[in-house]
């Protein structure tokens, strides 16, 4: 090949490279981006969200491992935890009010996202996600690390609690009633007829009034271009099914995927909060109703 040609061939993969980019959640950021920042002055905390043993068998190098299966105990049906408990899980992990924190798990982004949820219901907004989680790390060739969890001085985050973003039972079940509210079921739509109750819980079904918007529908299910669909899809998407005018409360089965749906809908200008509690707490309560089948 020519140097000219060469150069040409260089120029298209920067254009190509340039409109992904753009095409973007903001939020997101590729591996080639977080090496970059890790190569910068300004401080990053990495946080490996995946369980222990996946973290010990290879991590992206300078992460710190928070099992978000731990932060979010599944004896208190991974409910958001107390605020004072969780600020000292981020003080341990090294957390300070004006880092730049960067997660990942495996490549879903489901636990990701749910602690990005979690920091900025805390009041800790400069949060990034890892697109395509350590998969795409692995694939990109970058370095991977298998050494010990790198010992931290502890943080200085002090919370600032954000409860806008944070639902309640009480508040879904007036949204129920309050036109100026939308609850948004995001769970595969058998889960939400009640024609399938793979979780078991005690009743099947929605919530009355809410409309379904599986989660899997955002993703592009490639390794290769991260798990979300480019912006430009994700608003066509969503814009032709929610109103901006109203605030958007999402759940699912616990809190997780409704997390990810969050993420989404706020980078694409929408109000939105998580019903922490979801279907898990929702389908328990007999005394709030259920329906079944279709809206």
Not at 34 to 61: C, E, F, K, M, N
Not at 184 to 213: C, F, M, Q, W
Not at 283 to 295: A, H, I, K, M, W
Request: proline share 7%.
């Amino acid at each position: 090949m020519r140097i000219g040609q060469w150069f040409l061939a260089l120029a298209c993969i920067w254009v190509v490279q340039a409109h992904a980019a753009n095409d973007r959640l903001s939020r997101l950021i590729s591996p080639q981006e977080l090496a970059r920042l890790q190569q910068g002055s300004a401080p990053v905390r990495i946080l490996d969200v995946r369980t222990h043993d996946l973290y010990s068998l290879g991590h992206v190098p300078g992460a710190v491992n928070l099992d978000a299966r731990k932060a979010f105990n599944p004896k208190n049906n991974y409910l958001l935890p107390p605020v004072e408990q969780l600020q000292q899980l981020l003080r341990e992990k090294g957390v300070n009010n004006g880092d730049l924190i960067v997660l990942y798990d495996q490549g879903e982004n489901y636990f990701a996202a749910r602690i990005l949820w979690a920091l900025d219901v805390m009041g800790h907004e400069n949060n990034r996600l890892m697109d395509g989680g350590f998969e795409r790390w692995q694939t990109a060739g970058m370095p991977v690390s298998d050494s010990d969890e790198p010992q931290l001085p502890q943080g200085n985050f002090v919370p600032s609690v954000q409860p806008h973003i944070l639902a309640s039972k009480f508040v879904a079940r007036l949204a129920m009633d309050n036109p100026n509210l939308q609850l948004v079921d995001v769970r595969p739509a058998e889960e939400y007829t009640g024609t399938k109750n793979p979780s078991n819980n005690p009743r099947s079904g929605h919530i009355p009034g809410a409309i379904n918007l599986p989660w899997q529908q955002s993703l592009q299910h490639s390794l290769a271009s991260g798990p979300f669909k480019p912006k430009s899809m994700l608003k066509a998407q969503y814009d032709g099914q929610l109103p901006k005018d109203k605030k958007i409360i999402t759940y699912c089965q616990a809190g997780g995927h409704s997390a990810m749906t969050y993420f989404i809908l706020r980078e694409l200008g929408y109000q939105v909060a998580v019903y922490d509690g979801s279907w898990q707490e929702w389908s328990r309560d007999s005394s709030l109703p259920v329906q079944t089948g279709g809206p």
